[in-house]
């Protein structure tokens, strides 16, 4: 990428119709329908590459087991990740999640699910077709499980720069890295000057896109959303050429943390069972399921703690809970390449931040673990809602 650069020594502030403060997948989101929308974007990020929430999870857009309104935004968003995927060159799989059940009440919810949503949406597989999808030749441990047709996978790795390349190389974008916004203030004709450490930069809309670091900026904002740091231990396994996962695989413990299966009838009872039967899981509060990148690596997980600031430092008992019962569904050796410590948004008072300090700055944050899966349909809402205030005499020519 030729990176475009500000002139830190110059008192002239550059100006864009769009500054996207935040280079994840919510803020290049955001960019990229700006730009379609025929705006000029400017993305700026603190850091030299994307390293945050959006490059530490499975790359699983989990969009069937949304409910709601993260249900119509996350099928909005799915079609745009087709077509950006197309664009910008990233890998997408359309191959959907695969649901494994190992007892009867995990097959209930599956089945009320798969009730009351469109034919074919989720499919009920038996016990020998989801031993297929993993690869394994005996159904021990399995009853059955589900297919969820509409979920999508992409590389996390790989997405977050790609989509940049393909926002920077656009004629209206650019993207600068290593650029931090340090304060907000009003600028001339209805626009708003953010001060950054490579100069000022004047906009006449504000998206900032900066995860669990609303905080940094906008503190008394992230005190009435009361948000938190919610951190994940994953890992990663050696390339294993001879397995070939296409959906994510996903289990009991994943059902009880999306909301589509928390709302069925017999969700109650699955808790129980897990409670019953797992207890070490709820207590690290996991989401056991794993996804493979196109590189035959196996991304591992997770687990989940909530604080204002996290520790950095990974228990090894979590991963080995959480190895132990991927190993158990996967019937494989597992060797670990790598672990991380992953941390996203969260918050009780709801899963989305959209927020407006000042007229033409608004804050979004996803305040729950499906970033991936809602940024392209809350970054396409965002823009139709916020920039179709903007008469023509107000764009401004860059």
Known sequence: MNEKTLNPASLQPQRTDVLVVGAGIIGLAHAARALDAGYSVTVIDRDHKAVGASVRNFGHACITAQSGDLYDLAQTGRGLWLD??????????????AVVASTEIELHVLQELADVREPGQIAMLRADEVAGILGRRSTEGIL???????????DPRSTVAQLAAWVNDQEAGSVRWNTAAMSFSSGTINQVRVETSRGPIEANQVFVCVGHDVDYLFPQLAEEHKIQ???????????????????????????????????????????AEVSRNHPELLKIQANVMFAQ???????????????????PFLKEETSDSLLRHVKKILDVPLEIDERWQGIYASS???????????????????????????????AERNIANILAAFKPTEVLVS
């Open 293 to 311: 990148r196109p590189d035959g690596s196996l991304l591992l997980g997770d687990s989940h703690s909530y604080d204002l600031a996290q520790p």
């Open 144 to 154: 059955g499980g589900a297919l969820l047709r509409d979920d999508l996978r992409v």
């Open 84 to 97: 950006y995927a197309k664009r910008a060159g990233f890998w997408v799989s359309e191959a959907g999640a």
């Open 348 to 378: 009780d008072v709801g899963p989305l931040l959209v927020a407006e300090p000042h007229p033409a700055i608004t804050v979004v944050s996803v305040t729950a673990g499906v970033g991936m899966t809602l940024s392209f349909g809350l």
């Open 229 to 271: 740091r919610c951190s994940l231990q994953m890992a990663r396994s050696t390339p294993n050429q001879q397995l070939l996962l296409e959906p994510a695989v996903l289990t009991a413990t994943s059902m009880l943390r999306y909301e589509a299966f928390t709302e069925v009838p017999s969700a109650a009872k699955l808790r």
